[in-house]
């Protein structure tokens, strides 16, 4: 079997998953410091590369899976700023709940106890009808509370990460409570 010394811009993109432009751009790039046996441009001013470049040309960074815009889920930390037990935290969100009334809501979350000051605080996911009406009832519920929300992106890395001390997921949903 004949093996292929040369390869152009198209072949090295296909063989590295890096765009053409990629390939071209790096070619430009090392033709300042390799030699025109290894690399260079042809009659067609198109770039000529030589096998032993290829590992040159692997990509840097791998591609990041792409994931859907949202996963309709919220994460959420509670830090309520006084010791609090879990029974009282149980009791409180499950208020919260309650009070959305007829409007869907659904709470995983976890109870940790601080490093530092030992107080209990929450780690949670939601997916709520009305997100802010839920964290409007949350805050009353905490009277002195820091929380901190956002979009949950990757869930099954939130789910590692609030459960990293092995406690487990308590769930809430407004249907528990019809």
């Keep these: 079997m004949i093996r292929k010394e040369e390869y152009t811009t198209q072949e090295v993109a296909e063989k590295t998953d890096l ?4 390939v071209r751009k790096i070619a430009a790039q090392l033709s300042e410091t390799k030699p025109e046996t290894v690399l260079y441009k042809d009659g067609m001013n198109g770039w000529r590369i030589h096998d032993m470049l290829i590992p040159v040309f692997k990509r840097q960074r791998k591609r990041k899976r792409k ?6 889920y919220y994460s959420l930390t509670i830090d309520p700023n006084t010791p609090i037990s879990e ?3 149980h ?4 208020y919260a709940v309650r009070g959305m009334g007829y409007k869907d809501v659904e709470i995983h979350y976890t109870i940790e106890q601080g490093l530092v000051n030992k107080h209990n605080h929450i780690h949670a ?17 905490f ?3 820091n929380y901190y929300q956002q979009e949950v992106h990757d869930l ?3 789910i590692e990460y609030i459960t990293k001390t092995g406690v487990s997921i308590t769930t809430i949903k407004t249907k528990d409570y019809e």
């Design 87 to 89: 029974s009282d935290i």
């Design 156 to 158: 099954e890395r939130w």
């Design 125 to 141: 996911y939601y997916k709520a009808e009305d997100r802010n009406q839920f964290v409007q009832l949350l805050k009353t519920a």
């Design 19 to 22: 765009s053409v432009r990629q």
């Design 67 to 72: 994931l859907p815009r949202s996963s309709g």
């Design 91 to 94: 009791e409180l969100i499950g």
């Design 143 to 145: 009277s002195e509370m």
